[in-house]
């Protein structure tokens, strides 16, 4: 599929027709179209809208373009290719919970984007006069932890981007305490699509990469099996399993699987940001969870023991196990290590860092086993 | 306006300019954008694009998640150890390159990739290393 026919552009329209509605009707009609946040958390869009818009205080909008999600890389797409219906997102969103200042906080490995971003505001410039609405950017500094929606509020305010507790949310009390509406950069950028009756909840940008000819971005329709979806990608070798990002987990490949939410979380994984890596047979998945659990130890914050700690200590048992070095008792450790982190750390980071362990030794145990003493 | 008066933005710019932010500068952005300097020190220190002196001229960082590591990143980091004659995480002795590993970089359907001098450099393979190192000297 041709990346450029992804997204359809709404070239101001979407926004000349949301503005021209009042905000309580903008927001109603968010609600209406289903769409959820493509982040990962997959909140309903509206009623974050919702929520934000009836607390007190100097409402605020927030665009998270940290996407930091090993595997990910749909945000920089919709930036690359169509700037302006976030941009346009953006300002419904500041119209519709009546916000005055909006910031896009982009991750630092995008800096290039800056002038593609800019642009994009310079052409809804009356727009922004005509409202009074100004639109700031701040670039991240590499720290995939500045992606959780609090510790981005931290980041901004120039504190440790350590996360916050919830609740408060951000919705009601955010950056500097104001009523802060967070939404990432591809549910954003669907915004003025719903406003010109384009948009349809099923489908969604999907990031494929690994063992594949032909990486890149993919829309998807909820329930198209998995297998035609790889083909178009072509794969390299035959594929084997399937990873979503660093935090989703590892199942086997099955072509014929339906892709929702429902079948993935029913074999242990999680879609998220929906990222989907690719595995051939040649690569041994044990090695694979090295890998992740090596960005796990360098991202976690270090603010509580559960992640800083175990995560330290089942990288140390992967290595050995990957080296041929571990035993049938590093194996059980490693089991009940994860489960512990994935219960006790604070935050999403810490919970879901151990997934992709759990997940492999659920369906893949026995690379795991061959490599033990 | 909000922006103008962030921290991170701040750090950010400096470490553009000089590829480091010096303890006298640290102190000036504190000052500048109203916050402790203990605070803006705990804060400088935790982003890994940010470092408070020099490392080296060019800094190379190889991308070593998923879909890189799938497309030999672990290949790429060890020829990059031998050719350059450092570790991963140091500097060469003549200061003109740090080698480190780095999180997903965004660019993973053109994996494996590196970043040099945050400039992004797509499907590497070791004669492409060679050809671009020789220009950086
Ligand atoms: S779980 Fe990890 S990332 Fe989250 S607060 Fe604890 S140490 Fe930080
Ligand atoms: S995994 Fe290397 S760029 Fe994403």
Redesign the interface.
Known sequence: MKEESLLFKSNLSGLKAALSKNPSSVIKIVKKSGLRGRGGAGFPTGLKWELCAKAKGEHLVLCNADEGEPGTFKDKLIITKAALNLIEGIIIACHAIKAKNALIYLRGEYSYLIPTLKKAIRKTEPFLKKKKISIGIILGQGAYICGDETAILNSIEGKRPEPRKKPPYPAIHGLYGKPTLINNVETLAMIPLIFLKKFDATKRLCSFSGDLKNAGVFEIREGKQIGKLVEKAEPIGIPKALCFGASGGIIPYDPCMPLTEKNIRDRGAWLGACSIIVINHAHSIVELCESIQKFFVHESCGYCAPCREGNERILEILKRISHSEGTMHDLKELEELCDFVSKASFCALGKSAPLHVITALRHFKEEFVRRCR | ????K????E??KE?KKKGFVSKKKLKEIAKN?C?PES??F??AT?????SLEKRAKHIIQVC????S??HGSDRIMKYLEKKLKVKAGHATKNKLFFLS???????????PAI?ID?KPYVKVNEKKIDKILRKLK
Do not use: R, W
């Open positions: 306006m909000i922006a103008k962030v921290l991170l933005n750090l950010g470490q954008v916050l605070e803006v705990s804060a935790f982003y890994s694009f940010l070593n998640c998923p879909s590591h799938l590993e780095t999180s997903c970089v965004g660019l993973c359907d053109k994996a970043i945050g």
